[in-house]
């Protein structure tokens, strides 16, 4: 019995199926090796500085996401970059205890510390509601707080994540939907503020420096004082 007259287009069309899923696993082969080369070639440096961070952000997940969540529970999005890059920046700066080696890795001395989070989250969504509420002018800033420097540092981290997590298939979402307006405001916010308080704490400065000078130009008016105050 002869084949049918179109076996032949059904062996061709289904070649190239197997074919792209052959080609797709060795791709992703092929991009986890340059992951790995990219890791182990890196400068200590860089090592110091993200994965520590890394590190924080894994331990905010575990805090802020429900023990169900198994899945999801590390991909990144739009409001857990939002909400870590909040928290760092309103926090007070980590006390110096230097880094430490943690299987391979570079680990903080310090690390994420749940409580703090809490504390922080919940004292500047009491300062919204008393702002808001008339009770209170302004919203303080940190005693403390971190710079320019390190947010966006903890921005280039979070980056990783989700290069990282969307070359594994893991989300395909845009890095313009997880970092969006709102966390540019939040770190153009803390470089604004290293400014203002720069400015503050010189002024402040100046009119320490200058208050025996300004004195002086009210001797006559202290001595009066004194004097009618004596009698």
């Known amino acids: 019995m002869a084949p049918p007259r179109n076996s032949r287009a059904l062996a061709t069309v289904r070649m190239p199926a197997v074919h792209a899923e052959a080609m797709a696993g060795e791709t992703a082969a092929l991009q ?44 990144l999005s739009a409001d857990k970059c939002y909400r870590f890059l909040f928290y760092q920046s309103f926090r007070n700066k980590y ?18 510390d749940s409580n703090d989070y809490d504390k922080v989250v919940r004292a500047y969504a009491g300062y919204s509601r008393d702002v808001d509420a008339g009770r209170l002018e302004t919203v303080p800033d940190p005693e403390n707080p971190i710079g320019y420097d390190t947010i966006n540092t903890y921005k280039a981290v979070l980056f990783n994540i989700w290069m990282d997590q969307v070359n594994r298939g893991a989300m395909s979402y845009a890095w313009g939907l997880i970092f969006t307006s709102l966390s540019k405001q939040l770190v153009e916010h803390v470089k604004q503020r290293k400014v203002r308080i720069k400015r503050a704490t010189y002024a402040e400065k100046l009119t320490h420096e200058f208050t025996p000078f300004i004195s002086m130009s009210q001797v006559d008016t202290i001595e009066n004082a004194f004097w009618e105050h004596g009698k």
């Open 32 to 75: 986890n090796a340059v992951r790995t080369l990219t890791k182990q070639n890196r400068k200590d440096n860089t090592g110091f500085a993200y994965d520590p961070k890394m590190d924080e952000y894994n331990s905010f997940c575990n805090h802020t996401c429900p023990p169900s969540d198994i899945h999801s529970k590390y991909i």
């Open 95 to 112: 006390s110096r205890g230097g880094k430490r080696e943690r299987n391979g890795r570079a680990s903080s001395a310090h690390g994420f």
